[in-house]
Every structure is written in C-alpha cells, then in structure tokens.
C-alpha cells in the first residue's frame, strides 16, 4: 500500500489541527509536535515551508504560534504536497528499457496524475468537516499539558 511520507503526514495534519482548533488564536508548533509526539524542531521546519509557501501565517511572541493564512477552503492536500516534499509525489523514472520506457513508465505517471486529482480535489475544509462530523473535541475542550 502506498503511504504518504512522515513529512507529508505531520504537515497535513498539522495544518487541519491549526484549522480545525484555530479561530484566529495562534497554535505553537511546540503543542502540535508534542501531541503528534515529534521533536519541536523537526516539525518546526515543516512549518516553516508551509509558511513561505502561505498556507500558514507565523506570529511571534509570548501567545504566537501559526494561524492559517488563508481560507481552509482554498488550501488543498496537493498545495501541502508540492510545498512540503522535496520530490514529486512521485519520483520521475529514469531511462531503462522499452518495457520501460512504454509500459512501466506511463503507469507510474498516470497513477501520478490520478493522485495529484485526487489531492487537489481535497481541501482543509472538508477534512476539519469530516472531524466535526466524527464530534472531535475542539481545543477548547481539551486541556494542553
């Protein structure tokens, strides 16, 4: 079966955590690492890359942390796939054989194209809905150790 990488995991869900529990009150990358069990600085630089690609808007200071900088309607899982992977979804193939070249090949880049649909068809919005469907405890309800 075919995973997304930890990156692209932790980033995707980090970016639903901050918009499922954020309304306009910044969440540290610190809480998120710390309930997805990740070293802050690993997840730090994760959230970096989100920010300069403006899906998320970082602010500083005592009570700073991440907002998204946009709406979750308009952020989809592909937007977070091309800015958090260093590669493509998948990686290019290189030159073989005809069998290659002419079978194996178009394969791999049709199933690339029906996953970068797929994931351009999904966005932020529907997932944090998907959550208040399943009746996820907001972050006002939950108590941050």
Not at 31 to 55: C, F, N, S, T
Request: proline share 5%.
């Amino acid at each position: 079966m075919m995973t997304p990488c930890r990156k692209l995991y932790y980033a995707v869900e980090a970016v639903v955590y901050i918009a499922y529990h954020s309304d306009k009150t910044p969440i540290s990358s610190r809480d998120i690492a710390r309930m997805q069990g990740l070293p802050a600085r690993h997840l730090e630089q994760i959230m970096q890359k989100l920010v300069h690609g403006k899906v998320l808007r970082g602010m500083r200071g005592p009570k700073g942390g991440y907002v998204l900088a946009k709406s979750a309607k308009s952020i989809t899982l592909a937007e977070i796939c091309y800015l958090v992977n260093d590669e493509d979804i998948i990686q290019s193939t290189p030159q073989t054989t005809d069998i290659g070249n002419h079978i194996v090949r178009p394969f791999w880049s049709n199933l690339h194209n029906e996953i970068a649909a797929k994931l351009d068809g999904i966005d932020i919005a529907s997932l944090c809905a998907e959550a208040v469907e399943k009746k996820l405890p907001k972050l006002t309800a939950l108590k941050i150790a």
